[in-house]
């Protein structure tokens, strides 16, 4: 009697990559392996190595559904980056946002989701409480405003806009809601330096094509403008 391998309905990328190191590199582990990256190569992009929108907003759930009120949500925007890609060329945009990339995952740690939405739009979310937010805000303004060293020697000057948003502030978990008020945050202290904290009152801001406007009260910490 022929013996049946049964595999289950659904295989985690996890699961491929271990199933496919226990076996010989043949059949099925040739296929597991390529089935991974392929994966991965939809679950992150591929110049900052940061995960797409939907990976992100998954990973992203789940840590708020784990964590609730210890979460802090960052929403992240480069600064003049349109100057650089006009001025410096694409190449050197492109180096800006890989730097960017490799800061907030430095920053954030293995744990958390750090996403890049698009264009020059990042997000993470990660667990981190009240007592150590300001200091760990402080140090992401300071990684995102380190200029930013070219393949050829060159150094570009970079900044970033940065709000952050929480459960425990905010009195919701909901992913949209507190990204619209992280957005809202960022916008109210766009250019100053500062990572800006939502408040209740920025769920009073009008939006305009999507974007918040306005300048309700705000808290912020770091750098002067």
């Known amino acids: 009697m022929n013996s049946v391998v049964?595999?289950?309905?659904r295989i985690g990328p996890n699961a491929l990559l271990i199933t496919a190191a226990a076996v010989p590199?043949?059949?099925?582990a040739v296929h597991a392996i390529s089935l991974y990256k392929q994966i991965a190569a939809k679950e992150k992009d591929p110049l900052t190595g940061l995960l797409r929108r939907d990976a992100y907003t998954a990973r992203a759930r789940r840590i708020l559904a784990r964590h609730g009120d210890d979460v802090t949500l960052v929403m992240v925007d480069a600064d003049h980056f349109k100057q650089i890609n006009d001025t410096l060329g694409h190449a050197a945009g492109d180096a800006v946002l890989a730097a960017f990339g490799a800061r907030l995952?430095?920053?954030a740690g293995p744990r958390a989701a750090v996403g890049r939405l698009?264009?020059?739009?990042f997000a993470v979310v990660l667990d981190l409480p009240t007592q150590r937010r300001?200091?760990?805000l402080q140090q992401l303004e300071r990684m995102l405003h380190t200029p930013v060293v070219l393949d050829d020697g060159h150094t570009v000057d970079v900044a970033a806009s940065i709000g952050a948003?929480?459960?425990?502030?905010?009195?919701t978990r909901d992913l949209?809601?507190?990204?619209?008020?992280?957005?809202?945050?960022?916008?109210?202290?766009k250019h100053t330096g500062r990572a800006v904290?939502?408040?209740?009152?920025?769920?009073?801001?009008?939006s305009i094509n999507g974007r918040r406007v306005g300048r309700p009260g705000t808290a912020t910490w770091g750098r002067a403008a």
């Open 6 to 9: 049964r595999l289950p309905g």
């Open 25 to 28: 590199l043949t059949g099925w």
């Open 105 to 107: 995952t430095a920053w």
């Open 118 to 121: 698009g264009g020059d739009e």
């Open 134 to 136: 300001r200091l760990r």
């Open 165 to 171: 948003a929480t459960p425990d502030v905010l009195g």
């Open 176 to 189: 949209t809601t507190l990204q619209r008020m992280a957005d809202t945050a960022l916008y109210d202290g």
């Open 197 to 206: 904290l939502a408040t209740k009152q920025h769920a009073t801001v009008p």
